[in-house]
Nanobody, 124 residues
């Protein structure tokens, strides 16, 4: 059984930083791309950042470029999202997503498994 478990969310002031972690078990983590998505009330789930199987290919939503960094440690079956200079509009539930292939997934239809989500709240 595949499990995707996020951690690291919380409340932070604008301009602050948080690091999200996601551990995957039950599949060969190093084969698949991984992604981070987010969803706020009344909005659709949106892509935030994604990484391919090796960690060498990364993609970011325009709104987070230069502020967020996605990395992975295949030896630990873990993907990270470092979020710096956080803004109130970054407030959302953040979901870790395990892709269906080796490429970096950028849409929900390319996701096999989702984590339970972790709340990130940025106060102004």
């Amino acid at each position: 059984q595949v499990q995707v478990v996020e951690s690291g969310g919380g409340l932070v002031q604008a301009g602050g930083s948080l690091r999200l972690s996601c551990v995957v078990s039950g599949r060969n983590f190093y084969i698949y791309g991984m992604g981070w998505f987010r969803q706020s009330p009344g909005k659709e789930r949106e892509f935030v950042a994604t990484v391919n199987w090796s960690g060498e290919g990364t993609y970011y939503h325009d709104s987070v470029k230069g502020r967020f960094t996605v990395t992975r440690d295949n030896a630990k079956s873990t993907v990270y999202l470092q979020m710096n200079n956080l803004k109130p509009e970054d407030t959302a539930v953040y979901y870790c997503a395990a892709g269906s292939s080796s490429v970096a997934p950028t849409t929900p239809r390319n996701i096999d498994y989702w984590g339970q989500g972790t709340q990130v709240t940025v106060s102004s």
